[in-house]
DNA sequence: ACCTTGACAGAAT
DNA sequence: AATTCTGCCAAGG
């Protein structure tokens, strides 16, 4: 077997693990996500993995909706449709500011 | 086979 | 301090 890196083992696997354990009422960002898995600065892999993920789930609850930029924004609201993230975050108790980005210094969590 | 895009982040200007 | 550009790795056109 060469050593590719599947993706679905290396590092599949590991965001899925780590969102996983994200509390409820906590968010984490995708930038330490990256570096949590030694990824780095390859952030833009994190989001692209849970993209990928939500194709592989089916039955998997993942909660991506927990996963936000480094400014608090709910980029991949539009995965969610319409507000749908914004609702589940406020749901778990998470703290909005007025400009609807997240309160990261009160909610933030980190692997 | 090359170029563009993408759920980001950090450095540079 | 705010805006712009580049870097990251992979996938799609």
């Not at 789930?57 to 319409?82: A, I, Q, Y």
């Not at 975050?89 to 309160?103: A, D, K, M, Q």
Request: overall charge positive.
């Amino acid at each position: 077997m060469p050593a590719e890196r599947n993706f679905e083992k290396d590092f599949y696997e590991r965001v899925y693990e780590v969102v996983d354990r994200i509390p409820a009422g906590y968010v984490t960002t995708y930038g330490a996500i990256a570096r949590y898995l030694g990824t780095g600065g390859s952030a833009r892999l994190v989001g692209w993995t849970l993209n990928r993920t939500l194709s592989l789930d089916g039955s998997k609850p993942l909660p991506c909706h927990r996963v936000v930029n480094r400014n608090g924004e709910l980029t991949g609201k539009s995965w969610f449709g319409g507000d749908t993230m914004e609702q589940m975050l406020r749901s778990e108790g998470v703290t909005f500011l007025e400009c609807g980005r997240i309160n990261m210094n009160r909610h933030f969590w980190q692997p």
